[in-house]
């Protein structure tokens, strides 16, 4: 076989496929399996109850409106939260509803800084249980007392002479634990984040939540340890040997060059060559390397002398010196 298609070609095949194997092992041997899938939707819906006035024909104003914030009595809230998954299982589930309000200093010149805040519960935590079931539905009222913050925040402003930027977060706060089987337990915390501007002249409520979310459960096997194991052990070995053979390759091609040259020198000016088993002793002599061969032997034939050949590794390099008076010239034969 033509030995630059074996070094150039062959060997690096055999080296890439050696890695992918290791590759494809180490994949298989973290490899993940689907055991559950699940979707979330999430919604809210909403109105607005304003305080008797002369103005508005309705009581009752829709959502995702702007409002006049003195207008506004309370707000209605009904929370939807469905939940669906691949396999019936077991799930725990418990849920609240609370209101932070918070105070932020409002000057123009200073970032947005909390001074106060404080936190209202407006539903008792709920927990409950549903078996062998892949759906979870939760529909929850609740209502906010507006007009009630509005006149907080008014009164604290008064009582300490400033004005103030403040809003109401209200979270709805969910956790569970989904029982796939006997093995794995999926853990769940989510949530329903509204967010209401309050001592405005107008208001509105912001959805700061995803309203679905597709997602699923993935564990680690070693079912394919075996094959995995395989992979590696074939890989190192692909590795190894191409490594090494490309280095037999080299090396043995560098001797047949090294060789090449020391039959042609030998055969050419065998005249002038006497080969010794020790290097010459250049001791106090001024050396000087020549870098052509012609150009030691012409010194040699001129000072009518022979060319010492000394072999410094065998089959790989050697020295040919011509030792004149006070000078030694040597050639370094090598690959």
């Not at 109105?47 to 309705?58: G, H, M």
């Not at 407006?122 to 007392?145: A, H, Y």
Request: include cysteine.
């Amino acid at each position: 076989m033509n030995k630059k298609i074996l070094f150039y070609i062959i060997i690096p095949l055999i080296i890439l496929s050696g890695i992918m194997e290791i590759i494809i092992g180490f994949n298989l041997n973290n490899g993940k399996e689907k055991i559950y899938n699940y979707s979330i939707i999430k919604n809210v819906d909403y109105n607005v109850n304003l305080k008797p006035n002369k103005f508005y024909s309705e009581a009752v104003l829709p959502a995702e409106k702007y409002y006049v914030s003195n207008s506004i009595s309370s707000v209605d809230l009904k929370y939807l939260y469905n939940f669906e998954g691949s396999n019936l299982a077991n799930i725990k589930y418990n849920y609240d509803i609370i209101i932070h309000l918070v105070v932020n200093a409002n000057k123009s010149n200073m970032e947005q800084k909390e001074i106060w805040t404080r936190d209202y519960e407006m539903l008792d935590d709920v927990e409950n249980t549903v078996t062998e079931e892949n759906t979870l539905k939760i529909e929850q009222g609740t209502s906010i007392d507006y007009e009630f913050f509005n006149n907080l925040v008014n009164e604290y402003e008064n009582t300490y002479n400033i004005k103030v930027n403040a809003f109401l977060k209200i979270d709805f706060d969910i956790s569970y634990d989904i029982v796939i089987n006997e093995e794995n337990t999926k853990h769940i915390d989510d949530s329903i984040e509204l967010k209401m501007p309050i001592e405005n002249d107008f208001t509105n409520i912001e959805r700061n939540y995803q309203e679905s979310v597709d997602d699923l459960v993935l564990i680690n096997t070693d079912r394919h340890k075996g094959v995995a194991i395989m992979l590696f052990t074939i890989g190192c070995i692909s590795i190894i040997f191409g490594i090494t053979f490309s280095a037999y390759l080299i090396i043995k091609t560098d001797r047949n060059k090294y060789l090449k040259k020391m039959k042609y020198i030998l055969n050419n000016y065998s005249d002038l060559i006497v080969t010794v088993e020790e290097e010459p002793n250049v001791t106090g002599l001024q050396c000087i390397k020549v870098e052509k061969l012609l150009d030691i032997v012409n010194l040699a034939q001129q000072n009518r002398t022979s060319i010492i050949h000394y072999v410094l590794n065998k089959n790989n390099e050697s020295k040919l010196y011509v030792i004149l008076d006070k000078y030694a010239y040597f050639y370094i034969v090598s690959a």
